[in-house]
């Protein structure tokens, strides 16, 4: 799932006023973005040569031969509100014994954008699609990402199908893949959707207007918390993080929208999980070695324990999900305004996932966050290049063909996409960052509430209650640790570098 937003908090005039001679704010982050990529050894324009080819693509992948024609399924999309490359429809059939038949389709980005290429080129240089306030950044050409190989709405596409029936309590009873031809009936949005489901907004239009659909998506949400429920009581951790996403006025920053989770995201969230993992499993039972995703146990272990020891909570001494979910669940209940500190303090005590090499007898290390032993990123071929080469090995094995891709490549570019996600992450952030000291830059000297995120000999950070911003605690952090709140008052911000500066007032 890419960014989401849910409400802006405005700031005045001051955020209206171009930087530095740019012609608007939205350029202004545009430029930063630009240079930070570049720095990061990330490359922001398709060089000629991908754009030649693209040129030559004349419409959207015909089916292939044997492709099963499911264009008469309840499909749907449910993504940001602004979204336009749709890499993935789903939708549920009820069974006898209580059992449910969930189906997710994948876009077959591959058909058009074929090994070797420039196309692919291009996209195995970045290896991800990269969001920032002032421009988008995409992994394939919007021609194609947005269009071609996109599951557009009222549209005909081929698609890998990830075909999963569930039991009653969310247990996987079976699955299969196969490609097919599929038909995009509503393009949906998060917002929308997860107010409906929660009894808090109307219905969608294209869900009312579309017969049996909203019985369907309802029939999903009831599969989807299933499985969260399951994944949870296996030890997936609860994690929340603000992370505020720029919002505009035309092309002047008016404030920042904050994230939340509702129904809809979970869905989709639990459904390419499982799919993710369905992935994984069927290339390990062909002997098809693959790239997992892996969050690998906490080495840090140690001091998540001293953490939860804080909070009057006893963890055991070595890593043990399932008691750190419950050490978190009532965390959440007590406290839910700090909590998505205390997750972000976790997360950075478990570390980041990365991609690794699955080969055929060897043994995963899992997803330590997810709860999972078996997980490949492989449902967002749009906008990751992992889950285009995970989609090349399926397209393989599915034919019986030779596989595009050796075991030492598969090395190689386990490590490359983990660097490469890496930089784009830190371009991303390093961009929020600069919205933000673009946000306050005219409140010098005003005075916030905030929170304590961070205490150590590197420094002291603090995150601002409104807007939601974190900056560094100059003077005044002596004593303080995390969680502890305290008045901050703005002393210095720096637009290009992302700096926001406070001290204690």
Same mark, same amino acid.
């Given at each position: ?113 074929? &090994? ?221 305004? &700090? ?86 992450? &830190? ?79």
């Amino acid at each position: 799932m890419k960014p989401t937003g849910s409400h802006s908090l405005p700031h005045g005039d001051a955020a209206r006023r171009p930087f530095h001679g740019q012609s608007s704010d939205r350029a202004a982050l545009a430029a930063v973005a630009r240079s930070a990529m570049i720095e990061k050894g990330l490359e922001p324009d398709f060089p000629p040569a991908a754009r030649t080819e693209l040129a030559a693509i004349r419409g959207p992948a015909a089916a292939p031969e044997g492709a099963c024609d499911m264009r008469d399924r309840l499909w749907a999309s449910i993504d940001n509100d602004d979204s336009r490359d749709l890499d993935q429809l789903s939708v549920a059939e009820a069974l006898p014994d209580g059992r449910t038949r969930i189906l997710v389709a994948v876009a077959d980005v591959d058909a058009l954008v074929r &090994k070797g290429s420039a196309l692919d080129a291009h996209a195995a240089r970045n290896t991800t699609s990269i969001y920032t306030p002032g421009m988008i950044f995409p992994m394939l050409p919007l021609e194609l990402s947005t269009n071609l190989t996109s599951l557009n709405e009222d549209e005909d596409r081929i698609a890998i199908v990830i075909d999963m029936v569930f039991e009653g309590d969310g247990a996987l009873a079976g699955s299969d893949i196969y490609r097919a031809r599929v038909r995009n009936r509503a393009k949906l949005a998060y917002h929308a959707v997860g107010a409906w489901l929660a009894g808090q907004g109307a219905a969608p239009g294209r869900v009312t207007g579309t017969p049996g659909l909203a019985e369907n998506l309802r029939l999903q949400d009831t599969v989807a918390q299933r499985l969260a429920g399951l994944r949870h009581s296996h030890g997936a951790l609860s994690l929340e993080a603000i992370e505020p996403q720029a919002a505009f006025n035309g092309d002047a920053l008016a404030g920042l929208d904050v994230d939340a989770k509702n129904r809809a995201t979970q869905l989709i969230e639990d459904f390419m999980i499982a799919a993710n993992g369905v992935i994984a499993v069927y290339l390990k039972s062909k002997k098809c070695p693959s790239l997992r995703r892996v969050l690998r146990s906490p080495e840090r272990w140690a001091r998540i324990v001293d953490l939860a020891t804080g909070y009057g909570c006893k963890l055991p001494g070595l890593p043990d999900a399932v008691a750190l979910e419950g050490f978190l669940d009532t965390r959440k209940k007590a406290d839910p305004e &700090k909590f998505p500190d205390l997750s972000l303090a976790v997360v950075k005590l478990i570390g980041r996932g990365e991609y690794a090499l699955d080969s055929p007898g060897g043994i995963s290390p899992g997803h330590f966050g997810l709860a999972v032993e078996d997980y490949t990123h492989s449902t967002a071929p749009n906008r990751r290049f992992p889950d285009l080469i995970t989609q090349r090995l399926v397209k393989a094995v599915l034919a019986g063909a030779a596989l595009p891709y050796t075991t030492s490549e598969l090395i190689e570019l386990a490590q490359h996409c983990t660097e490469r996600e890496d930089a784009a992450s &830190k371009v991303e952030r390093q961009v929020r960052k600069s919205a933000a000291a673009l946000l306050l830059r005219d409140r010098i000297g005003e005075g916030f509430d905030g929170i304590v995120t961070g205490a150590s000999a590197k420094g002291t950070w603090v995150r601002i209650l409104n807007p939601p911003v974190e900056g560094r605690l100059e003077r005044g952090f002596e004593g303080l640790k995390v969680g502890d709140r305290a008045r901050v008052k703005l002393i210095h911000t720096d637009f290009e570098r992302g700096f926001i500066d406070f001290a204690r007032a």
